[in-house]
């Protein structure tokens, strides 16, 4: 992370491969808790290892990283342990990407200090120990930027859409900066990435009855305030306002979210980098594209973790820009950054969450046993419980209901907060427990 003074070369990258590795595993140590859509990914890659491979391809979740889940709990690896494995892996992979992606737009020193700070980054360690497939999306895009050739980069393009439904961008941009290529580089480009994604379509169209690019496309049109479309492009072409009013108010949330995952130590390193040096441009508007177009649909903080990469280089530039100004006292302020940036990245945010969760499974597996169906919005708490997560559409306890009655789920949880008048509880769901100092009430569902 040197904002200043001199380094051998092939020593930063070494050294951020070292760091990364020791502070990923010390996050993972510290037994972070699951992100809800964790337990999914994981019976996903179950269901692999029992050979349903047809269901996962056309599942809701994308299939790459419950596969290669699969691959590492295939060794033996406990599954939630291979899940963290996975991510952490392709966060450590995803580091001679940063440098060369780096080293392309703004030069050796700015490579060197974009992957010292991709090694400790918060938002980069944090996701390497999480069961979610974005570090995974984050490594192949990277790869995608810096391929050169058009065979290669499709693969890469079709497997960032195996790993992430918005990955699909990369085709369309693809074909874009192959534009002054010739004829046989965009048939290769194109003809690699369709062939990649051709599994995944393939089988969406046997289990959906349509051709969609994600099961997801049907919530998503729904949000859009289009009643009864099924897809995207079904939606666009019946009410166009609402699908851009959508997007419109995605884009401002989503950069928001950037920005956020980024972080305030980076933010004016940023700032002057993308003054500084134009060269590094060209990854910042592949990121802004991911904003603007399908992530403003469905704006979250951890779809902005795969662009954090993207952002480093403009901040490495920024980085040695303050360097210089700051002169003698650089050494003390590259100590510093970095110290500040360990401390966020193992830092336990909402410690409760994780003491909550941990309780509620307790009670559940204590009182009722393994293998309970537990309807809940958050499958976490079926997963510590050894239970079979059931999850409603909304928090409306109707809906809730109507689905542990549909499976013949003994068990809900919901919270009191959610339970609003004139709202009761019927005569066959009686509330048990209040775990959680309140925050949570669970109800026994039948006789």
Same mark, same amino acid.
């Given at each position: 992370?040197?904002?200043?003074?001199?380094?051998?070369?092939?020593?930063?990258?070494?050294?951020?491969?070292?760091?990364?590795?020791?502070?990923?595993?010390?996050?993972?140590?510290?037994?972070?808790?699951?992100?809800?859509?964790?337990?999914?990914?994981?019976?996903?890659?179950?269901?692999?290892?029992?050979?349903?491979?047809?269901?996962?391809?056309?599942?809701?979740?994308?299939?790459?990283?419950?596969?290669?889940?699969?691959?590492?709990?295939?060794?033996?690896?406990?599954?939630?342990?291979?899940?963290?494995?996975?991510?952490?892996?392709?966060?450590?992979?995803?580091?001679?990407?940063?440098?060369?992606?780096?080293?392309?737009?703004?030069?050796?020193?700015?490579?060197?200090?974009?992957?010292?700070?991709?090694?400790?980054?918060?938002?980069?360690?944090?996701?390497?120990?999480?069961?979610?497939?974005?570090?995974?999306?984050?490594?192949?895009?990277?790869?995608?930027?810096?391929?050169?050739?058009?065979?290669?980069?499709?693969?890469?393009?079709?497997?960032?859409?195996?790993?992430?439904?918005?990955?699909?961008?990369?085709?369309?941009?693809?074909?874009?900066?192959?534009?002054?290529?010739?004829?046989?580089?965009?048939?290769?480009?194109?003809?690699?990435?369709?062939?990649?994604?051709?599994?995944?379509?393939?089988?969406?169209?046997?289990?959906?009855?349509?051709?969609?690019?994600?099961?997801?496309?049907?919530?998503?049109?729904?949000?859009?305030?289009?009643?009864?479309?099924?897809?995207?492009?079904?939606?666009?072409?019946?009410?166009?306002?609402?699908?851009?009013?959508?997007?419109?108010?995605?884009?401002?949330?989503?950069?928001?979210?950037?920005?956020?995952?980024?972080?305030?130590?980076?933010?004016?390193?940023?700032?002057?980098?993308?003054?500084?040096?134009?060269?590094?441009?060209?990854?910042?508007?592949?990121?802004?594209?991911?904003?603007?177009?399908?992530?403003?649909?469905?704006?979250?903080?951890?779809?902005?973790?795969?662009?954090?990469?993207?952002?480093?280089?403009?901040?490495?530039?920024?980085?040695?820009?303050?360097?210089?100004?700051?002169?003698?006292?650089?050494?003390?302020?590259?100590?510093?950054?970095?110290?500040?940036?360990?401390?966020?990245?193992?830092?336990?945010?909402?410690?409760?969450?994780?003491?909550?969760?941990?309780?509620?499974?307790?009670?559940?597996?204590?009182?009722?046993?393994?293998?309970?169906?537990?309807?809940?919005? =958050?499958?976490?708490?079926?997963?510590?419980?050894?239970?079979?997560?059931?999850?409603?559409?909304?928090?409306?306890?109707? =809906?809730?209901?109507?689905?542990?009655?549909?499976?013949?789920?003994?068990?809900?949880?919901?919270?009191?907060?959610?339970?609003?008048?004139?709202?009761?509880?019927?005569?066959?769901?009686?509330?048990?427990?209040?775990?959680?100092?309140?925050?949570?009430?669970?109800?026994?569902?039948?006789?």
């Amino acid at each position: 992370m040197p904002l200043g003074g001199k380094l051998r070369p092939g020593g930063p990258l070494a050294a951020a491969l070292a760091a990364g590795l020791v502070v990923r595993v010390a996050r993972l140590l510290r037994d972070p808790l699951m992100h809800p859509d964790g337990p999914a990914y994981l019976e996903l890659a179950r269901a692999l290892l029992r050979g349903k491979v047809l269901a996962v391809l056309g599942g809701y979740y994308s299939p790459l990283y419950p596969a290669a889940v699969a691959g590492l709990a295939a060794t033996g690896l406990r599954l939630e342990l291979a899940g963290r494995a996975t991510a952490l892996l392709a966060g450590l992979a995803a580091l001679p990407l940063v440098h060369a992606l780096a080293r392309r737009c703004a030069g050796e020193r700015a490579a060197d200090a974009a992957v010292l700070v991709a090694a400790v980054h918060p938002a980069l360690v944090k996701a390497s120990a999480q069961v979610l497939p974005e570090t995974l999306a984050g490594a192949l895009l990277l790869a995608w930027l810096v391929a050169r050739r058009a065979a290669i980069a499709g693969a890469l393009a079709g497997g960032a859409y195996l790993a992430r439904p918005e990955g699909v961008l990369l085709l369309p941009l693809g074909l874009w900066r192959l534009r002054r290529a010739h004829l046989r580089a965009l048939v290769l480009y194109a003809g690699a990435a369709v062939a990649v994604m051709a599994p995944a379509l393939l089988a969406l169209r046997a289990e959906t009855g349509h051709w969609q690019l994600s099961p997801r496309e049907a919530r998503l049109a729904l949000l859009t305030g289009v009643p009864g479309a099924t897809t995207l492009a079904e939606a666009a072409l019946r009410n166009p306002a609402a699908l851009l009013a959508r997007m419109a108010e995605g884009v401002a949330r989503q950069v928001l979210y950037d920005a956020t995952a980024l972080g305030p130590l980076c933010a004016i390193p940023f700032l002057l980098g993308v003054g500084a040096a134009r060269e590094t441009r060209g990854p910042l508007a592949v990121a802004a594209w991911f904003t603007a177009l399908p992530l403003a649909l469905n704006p979250s903080p951890r779809y902005a973790v795969p662009l954090v990469p993207l952002l480093l280089p403009a901040t490495a530039a920024g980085l040695l820009a303050l360097g210089e100004r700051l002169g003698r006292h650089a050494r003390v302020a590259t100590a510093a950054l970095g110290v500040a940036l360990v401390v966020q990245a193992l830092w336990v945010s909402h410690p409760f969450d994780a003491a909550c969760s941990r309780e509620v499974s307790r009670l559940v597996l204590e009182r009722y046993g393994p293998g309970q169906a537990l309807v809940a919005v =958050d499958g976490r708490f079926a997963y510590g419980a050894r239970g079979r997560a059931l999850v409603p559409p909304t928090t409306d306890p109707d =809906d809730a209901l109507a689905l542990a009655r549909r499976s013949g789920a003994r068990l809900w949880l919901t919270r009191p907060a959610w339970i609003r008048p004139p709202w009761t509880p019927p005569a066959d769901a009686r509330a048990v427990a209040h775990p959680c100092g309140g925050t949570f009430v669970l109800f026994e569902v039948g006789g």
